[in-house]
């Protein structure tokens, strides 16, 4: 017979308590099998309350029972008085009617005399019931069992190794003390019997993330967030993780939506009524004096400095001492450490202890501990900031402000811009000192640099307001730069900030360079190479170099650390403005500078930046054929990446190895470590929207393509040089053409050739070019000028050589060879394809493997070789498998279809279809009822192209009007 299993909360779902189980439910397991076998042994499961003893053990039970063993289960329990050899008669009597009927008769339990006769009766009766058939007893919370049972536990254990029997027990480690029967059996059982024991703990991070994602349809970003929470509140209980999700969904803070599961505000969170209902009955038998105490503590916080507690009370040592046993033994607080605190176990049944002190005694106290800290040497701020601000205390302001100038110093950026809104809470709510008010907004945006900019930006215009009001040189000069900083990552040019600002703080006083260095980490000797970061940033590298040359040579520096941040800030501006003008050797002795200035200042942002920006700017476009190169910059990233991330939530483990992963095809994973960075204001969010648009337009997603257009160029096609960052413009430039070319849409394709070129000239742009001549090349391929298209396309194989840029070369490559097979030159062909493939080969991409391998086959079949062309097809279509290049397939349909029609003399020619793709949206559009700049706006184009799109309709269907195509179109079953 089984006792059957609690039902979960979490109906319908497995029992998620048995998430990061496996090793000790493998180990029970092997006990089953050895007791199914005939070699019993016995199973101690300890482990504090709620951590999932039961759970496991009722797992191997379950397990047993459907492998047709007897299984059966006792149990003691609290608050209430356990009869000798009371689980053991719960376990006979629920076996009920199975028990032999000639079994001897069990005496009545309760009289001492009668304990031997029950005690041989109960043997029998046991004996007779597991000797019959493998069986499986749970004797679970033992640590209240009583000590006629634990007596007969210990006989049953001697004789395990014959018999068929596997007995768990689960118990308290935390509920058995020196006096209690069962510490002081549980060596006798370790030494007479086979004893596997486990000791559960809290669940660990990946466990509970896990359990988050069989139940909840959360993001990446969005469980790692939640499970952090979870374990820091709960330690990793099961339980106590299973009621908080259930208050979090009963409070709207876990959500689901259309758009999927969503979090809430958590440090809004309330304690779970179960929970408080467990604390409050742990403390049912804590008497009043020893309550106080550790409600007292739980003032104090999560770890209780001994002295401040007893300054704080005034109780006697050994009142403390009675305190903290009966602390530990209800499972509230674990021992006092060697650091001279006492813990709670749980965060959240602290904050059970604390909501149930009254309102007015909890500021007392607060007031008290405020009060008690201050009077010592070296207080913590963030203790006496954390208690006069529960305790409402003025001088909360400044000790919160300490606390975040303390967190900022530390680059605990996140905890410091919380410290820095709590003081301005306060010193707003005064309202009578603006300049202070601009300090706490300026500190607060200059903490957000982990997180969107948007929000910064926000705090640096009132901070602003407040300095104009305050008339404070020093603090509107510091917004200034600090918003000059800012505003890259918003897709904004801040370049008139940052000059505007650099005088006034290059002519600050020492003492005010102090004050800024220690209550903003910012040092003036680091604005030149700031301000030439962000000229190379925005496409001004010949400006770059001039001024990042000019501060590397300068002699009268301050002999200050953050003199090492300016310096591989400026070698980093000289790196990028190089490599863009199209001189990678220089460009890489460069970066090499830039690492070793930032290798003498600590790790942060810039430097975890380098790597990265080589990798895309220098080694990508430059290197990619040489793998030592590449493996080398994709440890570097890998390095520098992994000692940098621990600073830092807003930044996915593995971001910094997004360009190697994208290099690698795998994509899937860019795209998931790309969605937290992938819009204007993150960290890195250039990075992550190249990586996003490029692998949309590799998979046809021309919709995803136009989304990063449209949010990246503020004027489309019109923006500017220099309005936003020039690398991203001119992929999206790029990415704006090759849309247009697909679509045949050659009239909006200059227009956006035309703007590429114009970004290519203004900066001075190398990379970019090549690919600037292939888009003419193919718009010229399509009008049927193969001239001209060679034309381009040589000179596009000229650009990718001066200097060699490998990927550029295969893509003139392949595109020349395509021109060759429409002129029927195939030894030439056949030469570019050659050199393309053994190119690609050492670049190590799949993708642009497979593009090549493409054209491969389409020679391979012009020229009869079928078996061939089919071969280097099957890669490919294992390829665009994998990466999910669904464009490509529709090259491969036209391959494959050539390879059935081989030697009809039409291969190499373009397909007739009756209406292009692009054509058939703006039909479907039309027959929507869309006017013309209405299907223009829909499909980003312009509605004079929508014209020209209809007038060629017109014409393949034979038609004059709009409705005329539109039932033409449908009758023949076009759209």
């Known amino acids: 017979m089984t006792t059957g299993s609690e039902p979960s909360i979490f109906d319908g779902h497995e029992d998620h308590t048995l998430f990061g189980r496996s090793d000790e439910y493998t180990a029970l397991a092997q006990c089953l099998d050895a007791a199914l076998a005939g070699q019993g042994s016995l199973a101690l499961i300890a482990g504090e309350a709620g951590v999932g003893k039961s759970s496991l053990a009722r797992a191997i039970v379950e397990a047993a029972d459907e492998r047709g063993a007897w299984t059966a289960t006792g149990r003691a329990f609290d608050l209430s008085i356990t009869p000798p050899f009371g689980p053991w008669q719960d376990i006979l009597v629920a076996d009920g009617p199975t028990l032999d009927p000639g079994a001897p008769v069990i005496p009545e339990f309760g009289l001492e005399e009668s304990e031997p006769l029950a005690a041989a009766a109960l043997r029998t009766a046991v004996m007779s019931r597991v000797t ?26 001697r004789e395990l190794p014959r018999l068929p029997l596997l007995v768990l027990v689960t118990y308290r480690s935390e509920h058995i003390q020196r006096g209690d029967p069962l510490y002081h059996l549980i060596p006798y059982l370790v030494r007479e019997a086979p004893v596997q024991r486990i000791n559960l703990h809290g669940l660990s991070r990946n466990a509970i993330e896990s359990w988050l994602e069989s139940t909840y349809g959360l993001d990446s970003v969005q469980r790692r967030r939640l499970a952090a929470y979870l374990l820091d509140r709960t330690s990793g209980s099961p339980l106590f993780v299973e009621e908080l999700l259930r208050s979090l969904g009963e409070q709207s803070l876990l959500t689901s939506t259309d758009n999927g599961w969503q979090i809430g505000d958590l440090d809004g969170a309330e304690v779970p009524a179960f929970i408080r209902q467990l604390i409050d009955n742990r403390l049912a038998v804590i008497d009043d004096e020893l309550r106080y105490l550790l409600e007292v503590a739980a003032v104090v916080g999560p770890h209780v400095p001994l002295d401040l507690w007893l300054a704080m009370t005034e109780a006697p040592p050994q009142t403390l001492d009675a305190a903290v046993a009966q602390g530990y033994q209800t499972g509230l607080l674990d021992d006092a450490g060697q650091d001279g605190a006492l813990h709670f176990r749980h965060e959240v049944t602290r904050e059970a202890l604390y909501a149930g002190l009254a309102p007015l005694t909890r500021i007392g106290l607060h007031q008290r501990a405020g009060e008690t800290l201050l009077d010592r040497a070296g207080a913590d701020p963030e203790s006496l900031a954390y208690h006069f601000d529960r305790a409402g205390d003025p001088r909360a302001a400044e000790w919160l402000q300490r606390a975040g100038d303390r967190c900022y110093q530390a680059g605990a950026y996140v905890e410091a811009s919380e410290r820095f809104r709590e003081a301005l809470a306060h010193v707003a709510a005064r309202g009578d000192d603006p300049g202070a008010e601009g300090w706490l907004r300026l500190k607060i945006a200059r903490s957000l640099r982990d997180s969107t900019s948007r929000p910064a930006l926000g705090y640096l215009d009132e901070a602003e307001r407040n300095a104009r009001a305050a008339n404070d040189e020093t603090l509107l000069a510091l917004v200034r730069w600090t918003r000059g900083v800012n505003r890259p990552r918003a897709g904004e040019n801040g370049l008139d900030d940052l000059e505007a600002a650099l005088p006034v703080i290059s002519a600050l006083d020492e003492d005010e360079r102090a004050r800024v260095y220690s209550q903003l980490g910012f040092d003036t000797d680091s604005a030149e190479g700031i301000i030439s970061v962000h000229l190379s940033a925005f496409g001004r590298y010949r400006d770059a170099l001039a001024r990042a040359d000019r501060f590397i040579a300068r002699e009268d520096r301050s002999p200050t650390q953050h003199t090492w941040f300016g310096l591989g800030t400026a070698h980093l501006a000289r790196a990028v403005s190089l490599a863009m003008l199209g001189d990678p050797a220089s460009a890489r002795g460069a970066f090499a500078d830039s690492r070793a200035a930032f290798e003498r200042f600590e790790p942060n942002v810039v430097s975890l930046a380098v790597p990265v920006v080589q990798m895309v700017s220098e080694t990508y476009v430059y290197a990619i054929a040489d793998p030592e190169e590449r493996r080398l910059r994709f440890a570097e990233c890998e390095e520098l990446w992994a000692l940098y991330s621990g600073q830092t939530t807003a930044l996915p483990p593995r971001f910094g190895l997004l360009p190697s992963l994208f290099v690698d095809g795998a994509w899937d994973e860019v795209l998931e470590l790309a969605t937290s960075q992938a819009r204007p204001g993150m960290v890195f969010p250039y990075l992550a929207l190249t990586m996003a648009a490029r692998i949309a337009h590799a998979r046809g997603d021309t919709a995803a393509v136009r989304r990063h257009i449209q949010d990246g160029l503020p004027d489309g096609v019109e923006t500017e040089p220099g309005a936003i960052p020039a690398a991203w413009a001119i992929i999206l430039f790029t990415l704006g053409a090759a849309l247009a070319v697909e679509s045949k849409e050659l009239e909006d394709a200059r227009i956006w050739t035309n703007a590429l070129k114009r970004w290519l ?30 034309e381009a396309g040589e000179e596009a194989l000229r650009l990718a050589t001066q200097p060699e840029q490998p990927l550029a070369i295969v893509g003139a490559l392949r595109f020349l060879a395509r021109v060759d097979l429409r002129e029927a030159r195939a030894v030439t062909a056949a030469e570019r394809l050659t050199q393309a493939l053994e190119l690609v080969e050492r670049c190590g991409s799949p993708y642009e493997r497979a593009q090549t391998l493409l054209v491969q086959a389409e020679f391979l079949a012009a020229t009869g070789m079928l078996d061939e062309a089919e071969a280097a097809l099957a890669e490919v279509v294992y390829t665009i498998g994998a990466l999910k290049t669904t464009p490509l397939q529709r090259y491969i349909d036209r391959i494959n279809e050539a390879l059935v029609q081989a030697g009809d003399g039409t291969l190499g020619a373009e397909p007739e279809a009756i209406l292009t793709d692009r054509e058939t949206e703006v039909l479907r559009l039309v027959a929507d009822g869309m006017t013309d700049i209405e299907v223009g706006e829909q499909l980003f184009i312009s509605h004079r192209t929508v014209g020209h799109h209809l007038r060629s309709i017109y014409g393949k269907l034979e038609v004059n009007s709009r409705a005329a195509a539109v039932s033409t179109a449908l009758r023949q079953k076009l759209i």
């Open 761 to 790: 000239d203004w900066t001075e742009t190398v990379p970019g070019r090549a690919e600037h001549q292939l888009l003419l090349g193919h718009i010229h391929l399509i009008e049927g000028a193969l001239d001209q298209a060679r």
């Open 132 to 157: 019959s058939q493998p069986s499986v007893i749970l004797l679970d919370d033992a640590h209240w069992m009583d000590e006629a049972s634990l007596d007969f536990l210990r006989q049953l254990a």
